[in-house]
């Protein structure tokens, strides 16, 4: 068995540009993945697939053809939105010996040389199809938003999930699954599928300038450490804050008319990189739509109507922090839903995943404002904003030994 390692380092992202070539810690930011890649000494064959002349010539410079074999991408494969699936086959077109192929994403800087050589141990069983990674830290399903011209609407329409979601630090396939030839065989695509648990620095997926500066900070030898947090009781509330956040600094930002308000939730909302997707991904496939609301289904995976594999044409999707939350007390209720619905212990109505998803207006309930997990934009506290005022404090804090 040949196993070989497929790193896409193109130069046309729009959010950074020419990112993977960036220097960090002393060298290119693609040059730690290559760099674990050939440490591990578990591949038969490591590629990079890039865009230009200009990313082609830096690692030229770095790594020998001998080690470190350079695959120009087609034209058709060098604009920003080109599905990954579609590189990975023009690597597999132009490795025919190669039976498995691992996509090593160059933005993860804190890959484990161990979980490396642990992979590619379980794929010379041949018994495992696939390998991806997941997050450590369980995900709640609640708190996952996307916009409508409504308000925030929940993705997800069932009770509340802790869940694994999907981390591309290590994505690991069997070249006949691209082919399509794995259904000649009685599995299904989340048969035979190592799962590899990927910790709060191992997941960092360098996107943003911060992003650069966070890993920066580990690579000097600091650690990511969640900061604790306590509990505020203020009128109705239970107020969950870091510690160390003054509450009456926060009340004062936030607005006495808001925590007057109980016809809605009041809820912090930050941007996050494409959950959903990474939701689905992660065991069964049509399990996990099941769970989801349609609408969501269709404004993100398939806003034009036809299923994309690239997660950066997907619109934003948003996640309620954690560390900053507003509860009602749990005699209390929200106004939050129209049918089928139950509260949870603080009064969040969850609507029944069988309830008609499509249904948007406005309906009122003895003199109560009623809309189907519809969450009005002015109860939203947005995290960019939140991070701006001087009491803030980061939900992740880094701690040098």
């Keep these: 068995m040949k196993i070989g390692a497929f790193i896409p380092a193109r130069s046309s992202s729009r959010r950074l540009p020419a990112k993977n070539f960036r220097v960090i810690n002393g060298k290119p930011l693609a040059c730690w993945t290559i760099d674990k890649a050939l440490e591990a000494d578990v591949f038969d064959d490591i590629t990079v697939s890039v865009d230009s002349a200009e990313g082609a010539d830096i690692l030229r410079a770095v790594y020998p053809e001998s080690a470190v074999k350079i ?205 959903f997707a990474r939701f689905l991904k992660f065991e069964n496939y049509v399990g996990r739509l099941h769970f989801s609301d349609i609408n969501a289904y269709k404004h993100i995976v398939c806003p034009d109507g036809l299923v994309s594999h690239q997660s950066q044409t997907f619109p934003d999707e948003y996640r309620a922090c954690p560390s900053y939350r507003f509860l009602r007390m749990k005699d209390k209720k929200y106004s939050f839903s129209t049918q089928g619905s139950f509260p949870d212990v603080h009064g969040v109505d969850f609507s029944n995943p069988f309830s008609s998803p499509d249904i948007l207006e406005e309906t009122t309930c003895n003199g109560a404002m009623f809309t189907p997990n519809v969450l009005p934009r002015s109860r939203v506290i947005d995290w960019e904003e939140l991070q701006r005022q001087p009491f803030f404090l980061p939900p992740l804090m880094l701690l040098k030994d």
């Design 71 to 275: 695959l120009i991408r087609p034209d058709e494969l060098c604009a920003y939105d080109t599905d990954l699936n579609d590189c990975i086959i023009h690597y597999l077109h132009n490795r025919p010996d190669i039976e498995v192929v691992g996509a090593l994403m160059p933005t993860f800087p804190f890959r484990s040389i161990a979980t490396l050589r642990t992979i590619d141990t379980h794929f010379r069983s041949r018994y495992i199809w696939k390998a991806t990674s997941v997050y450590t830290d369980g995900l709640l399903t609640p708190d996952y938003y996307y916009e409508t011209s409504a308000g925030m609407k929940r993705i997800f329409d069932s009770r509340p999930m802790c869940c694994a979601a999907y981390m591309g630090a290590y994505s690991y396939w069997h070249r006949n699954i691209f082919g399509g030839l794995w259904t000649k065989y009685p599995l299904t695509m989340s048969e035979r599928v190592l799962y590899v648990s990927v910790d709060a620095a191992g997941a960092i997926d360098i996107d943003s300038m911060e992003d650069f500066e966070l890993a920066e900070a580990i690579f000097s030898g600091a650690k990511l450490v969640p900061r604790p947090c306590v509990e505020h009781e203020y009128k109705d509330w239970i107020i969950i804050t870091p510690k160390g956040v003054s509450l009456d600094s926060l009340l004062d930002y936030i607005g006495p008319e808001q925590l007057d308000n109980f016809t809605h939730p009041l809820v912090v909302l930050k941007k996050v990189k494409h959950f």
